[in-house]
């Protein structure tokens, strides 16, 4: 069986990619992109996400991570997100509604030394 990249002309093989592997993954990713609106990096003569993905991977156009670095960006990204999402909710939120929710998060609690009240005219 031929290598599939061979398909595309233009393509030569090099050590930037590990694997056939690498090169679906990080093209699967680019026409997921691509289909979610992103711009092509350059005019392609291919009309489908797809073909174009690849050919923009096969060229260096895709920038990727692996491994370590791979693992904080994923990190780092899912924090970002976090605080956007949290931020988002904190702005939505009205002033009757940020006293209702701290009325419901706080405890009631009425610590304050009972005093006994002498009991009038029995």
């Keep these: 069986m031929g290598d599939p990249s061979s398909l595309l ?10 694997s056939r592997y690498r090169i679906v993954l990080i093209a699967a990713q680019r026409a997921k ?9 350059q005019p ?11 050919e923009e991977t ?4 895709v920038e990727f991570l692996t491994g370590e670095e791979a693992r904080q960006a994923i990190s780092k990204a899912k924090q970002t997100a976090e605080r956007e999402f949290s931020r ?17 998060l706080s ?16």
């Design 9 to 18: 002309p233009h393509y030569q093989a090099d050590d930037r990619f590990d």
């Design 33 to 41: 992109f691509l289909m979610q609106g992103a711009k092509p990096f």
């Design 44 to 54: 392609s003569k291919f009309s489908k996400e797809t073909s174009m993905a690849i």
């Design 58 to 61: 096969l060229k260096h156009q």
């Design 88 to 104: 988002s909710i904190l702005e939505e939120t009205t002033s009757e509604d940020a006293e209702e929710i701290q009325k419901q």
């Design 107 to 122: 405890v009631y609690v009425d610590d304050s030394p009972k005093t006994e009240t002498p009991e009038v005219g029995v």
